[in-house]
């Protein structure tokens, strides 16, 4: 927990936390993939134009489409990236 706390720490200078709203939930419902958190969780992150999606789920990868501009990947996957940066 401790090692998260000091990577979420150095992360805050350039991400923002985002909040869903009632459009987010009405797009997830319209929107199911079997799990609905996530669902919404992906359309807030979508409209506060974020660049990742972090998620283990592999039904959310589904979601990736070159014509979105978000990319759905594992926290691994979004370490290693920012590690490369």
Do not use: H
């Not at 720490?9 to 199911?32: K, T, V």
């Not at 789920?57 to 940066?85: G, H, Q, W």
Request: hydrophobic share 35%; glycine share 4%.
């Amino acid at each position: 927990m401790e090692q998260f706390k000091l990577f979420y720490d150095d992360l805050r200078s350039y991400i923002n936390i985002g909040s869903i709203d009632s459009l987010n939930l009405q797009w997830a419902f319209d929107n199911y993939k079997g799990d609905l958190e996530d669902d919404a969780q992906y359309a807030c992150a979508y409209d506060g134009g974020c660049d990742y999606f972090l998620t283990r789920d592999k039904r959310m990868y589904e979601r990736n489409n070159p014509l979105c501009p978000m990319t759905v990947i594992s926290p691994e996957e979004f370490v290693a990236a920012m590690k490369e940066k």
